[in-house]
Nanobody
Framework: QVQLVESGGGLVQAGGSLRLSCAASGRSIGTYVMGWFRQAPGQEREFVAAISRSGGTYYGDFVKGRFTISRDNAQSTQSTVFLQMSSLNSDDTAVYYC?????????????????WGQGTQVTVSS
């Protein structure tokens, strides 16, 4: 069973930074592709970033170099995935979700990730 728990969200001023964390646990969790998605009110869930088993990283077009995804596979059954966000603006306000998939490579489609955390709210004030 895979469990994902996000933390690090909060209120930040425009231009500021936040680091989100996703504590992931489960058998061979280090072999999972890990992703971050976000969903603003009234909007569809949107791909933010993903990191592959080998450390390859992928970003949504809107990121434009402002976010960095990384992972720390401390143990075979525990891993932490980070999303460092900078130059935040009001458009980044959303609930941010951590997601995981075992089979296949990274994906921009949320439907391809079977495991999800509960989400963490990020609010950027202008």
């Amino acid at each position: 069973q895979v469990q994902l728990v996000e933390s690090g969200g909060g209120l930040v001023q425009a231009g500021g930074s936040l680091r989100l964390s996703c504590a992931a646990s489960g058998r061979s969790i280090g072999t999972y592709v890990m992703g971050w998605f976000r969903q603003a009110p009234g909007q569809e869930r949107e791909f933010v970033a993903a990191i592959s088993r080998s450390g390859g990283t992928y970003y949504g077009d809107f990121v434009k170099g402002r976010f960095t995804i990384s992972r720390d596979n401390a143990q075979s059954t525990q891993s932490t995935v980070f999303l460092q966000m900078s130059s935040l603006n009001s458009d980044d306000t959303a609930v941010y979700y951590c997601a995981a998939r075992l089979r296949g490579s990274h994906s921009y489609d949320s439907a391809n990730y079977p495991y999800w955390g509960q989400g963490t709210q990020v609010t950027v004030s202008s």
